[in-house]
T-cell receptor, first 110, second 114 residues
Framework: DQQVKQNSPSLSVQEGRISILNCDYT??????FLWYKKYPAEGPTFLIS?????DKNEDGRFTVFLNKSAKHLSLHIVPSQPGDSAVYFC?????????FGAGTTVTVRA | DTAVSQTPKYLVTQMGNDKSIKCEQN?????MYWYKQDSKKFLKIMFS???????INETVPNRFSPKSPDKAHLNLHINSLELGDSAVYFC?????????????FGSGTRLTVV
């Protein structure tokens, strides 16, 4: 039973443009939402998080938006760079358990 | 100096064997985890330990047994390996429940059962 869903398996974006990744969840008890980035043969790397009581958190080129009523969050990357090409996982945590979405593969074109 | 290190990186073994994967973190975190990434790339939690105590044990076959000798180590023992156990196993750690600061993951152990 997937509580965190990423419905877009892939995203292709031109260098310098905005990348928008989307995520939906079903469990209203999640305390925090997080985004991870993963390169092949490496573990996921924490990017940014947002508390369930906030609606926006920004860190450099990365901004996460949370819409609790829609149970939806998104990650904006501006501007996109070639090094951003990776798999991005949406995740949510409650009670020491981090639940992941299936991931979205982002390809940044030169 | 790797924050979360797991060994081995690759493990190929025959069905029926017993194997262990080791994990160590030097971040001073008090919670450690084991995650499994299956063939469909889903990352699913298996176990969670907080200060050496088991706090999460998902529906994992009892052939899988975690062992935490101290806060910095969480090893995974697997008995009677089956073909379906082939996957990438990730160890992770966090401070408390890691909500705001996230989890730090190791680079994974690719287990292949033949």
């Amino acid at each position: 039973d997937q509580q965190v869903k990423q419905n877009s398996p892939s995203l292709s974006v031109q260098e310098g443009r905005i990348s928008i990744l989307n995520c939906d969840y079903t469990n209203s008890m999640f305390d925090y939402f997080l985004w991870y980035k993963k390169y092949p043969a490496e573990g996921p790397t924490f990017l940014i998080s947002i508390s369930s009581i906030k609606d926006k958190n920004e860190d450099g080129r990365f901004t996460v938006f949370l819409n609790k009523s829609a149970k939806h969050l998104s990650l904006h990357i501006v501007p996109s760079q070639p090094g951003d090409s990776a798999v991005y996982f949406c995740a949510a945590v409650n009670d020491y358990k981090l639940s992941f979405g299936a991931g979205t593969t982002v390809t940044v074109r030169a | 100096d790797t924050a979360v290190s797991q060994t081995p990186k690759y493990l190929v073994t025959q069905m029926g064997n017993d194997k262990s994967i080791k994990c160590e973190q030097n971040l001073g975190h008090d919670t450690m985890y084991w995650y499994k990434q299956d063939s469909k790339k889903f990352l699913k939690i298996m176990f969670s330990y907080n200060n050496k105590e088991l706090i999460i044990n998902e529906t994992v076959p009892n052939r899988f047994s975690p062992k935490s000798p101290d806060k910095a180590h969480l090893n995974l023992h697997i008995n009677s390996l089956e073909l379906g156990d082939s996957a990438v196993y990730f160890c992770a750690s966090s401070q408390d429940w890691g909500g705001s600061t996230g989890y730090t993951f190791g680079s994974g152990t690719r287990l292949t059962v033949v």
